[in-house]
């Protein structure tokens, strides 16, 4: 008898890890859905805004890809469409748009697009930005003024249509600033006096913007990067040498730079209402201890 009731036993324990592989579902916080959500992306055509809007996408949401070239925006639809469906049953609905964010008409007549095209918007993200190094003495000002445009500026007119539009309709809205680790820290051996001046006028204007808004509902924080293999460091490295490169990893803890994929978690938790009491807050995905 108890030979028997030990063969029961070894049968019953070889059966029993099969059961939850066959049940098993992903599961995780409903909070960090997207669905039922408008999010807009600046500079969505390359980089960490095409990041972004896949990541936005991949999680329920309808999108507004933005950048100054509408061929590139088409483009960015088209890669971020395929790559959903490739991995979902999921067809997002995405829109392109051409937009100069430096122009306040541009940003104006863009947004009003926008709205009319998707009824709401519920989440912003401006990633539309440039860097570019010149030593202090030798900055041309047309393009230090190029860059606060562009980085600054852009960002601003496109936070103001966005916080005007929230206030007027009474809604909850979320303006994501994208910063960068260069509003806390001069790296090195760079020298971009205009990106870091620039950046760090993006973060405190977030903090601005948080305090300002914060009381109707309106959420606002940044995002700041660390060194990640964005096209615009690919080009970056192309023209300076990729000998900065090792330079950089030795100041980073992890000892790599980052791809731009390994944000897609973290701007999806600052968009959704996993992050509902997240405000006036710079989001730093790492700081060189420099």
């Known amino acids: 008898m108890n030979h028997l009731i030990r063969r029961a036993t070894s049968a019953t324990v070889l059966r029993r890890p099969l059961q939850p592989l066959l049940r098993h579902t992903l599961m995780t916080l ?4 997207l669905e039922g959500k408008t999010c807009v992306v600046t500079g969505a055509g390359r980089g960490l805004g095409k990041e972004f809007l896949t990541a936005f996408a991949k999680s329920g949401a309808r999108g507004a890809c933005i950048d100054i070239a509408l061929k590139n925006s088409q483009s960015s639809i088209k ?4 790559h959903v469906q490739s991995t979902t049953s999921h067809t997002p609905e995405l829109r392109a748009y051409a937009c100069d964010v430096a122009s306040e008409k541009q940003v104006q007549d863009t947004w009003e697009s926008i709205v009319s095209d998707f009824g709401q918007v519920d989440v912003l993200v401006t990633a539309a930005g440039i ?8 900055y041309p000002f047309d393009r230090w003024k190029k860059m606060l445009d ?4 852009g960002s601003f007119l496109f936070a103001k249509e966005a916080g005007k539009y929230w206030l007027d309709h009474g809604l909850k809205g979320n303006l994501i600033l994208v910063s960068s680790m260069s509003s806390m820290v001069c790296v090195r051996p ?3 006096a205009a990106y870091n001046a620039s950046k760090a006028a ?3 204007m977030g903090r601005s913007l948080a305090t300002e808004w914060g009381s109707k509902g309106i959420r606002v924080n940044s995002l700041c990067p660390g060194y990640m293999k964005t ?12 000998h900065i490169e090792a330079n950089w990893v030795k100041d980073i803890p992890m000892g790599r730079l980052a791809h731009p ?4 978690g973290t701007i999806v938790w600052m968009a959704s209402d996993a992050s509902s009491y997240l405000n006036g807050s710079d989001i730093v995905s790492f700081l060189c201890p420099l």
């Not at 562009?150 to 500026?153: A, F, G, S, Y």
């Open 30 to 33: 409903p909070a960090f859905s």
């Open 79 to 82: 890669h971020i469409t395929e």
């Open 150 to 153: 562009v980085n600054l500026n």
């Open 190 to 192: 760079q020298k971009q």
């Open 261 to 264: 994929s390994e944000l897609q």
């Open 131 to 138: 860097v570019e190094n010149f030593e202090a003495e030798k």
């Open 231 to 242: 096209d615009l460091i690919i080009d970056l490295l192309e023209h300076e040498g990729n």
């Open 202 to 204: 993006v973060s405190l």
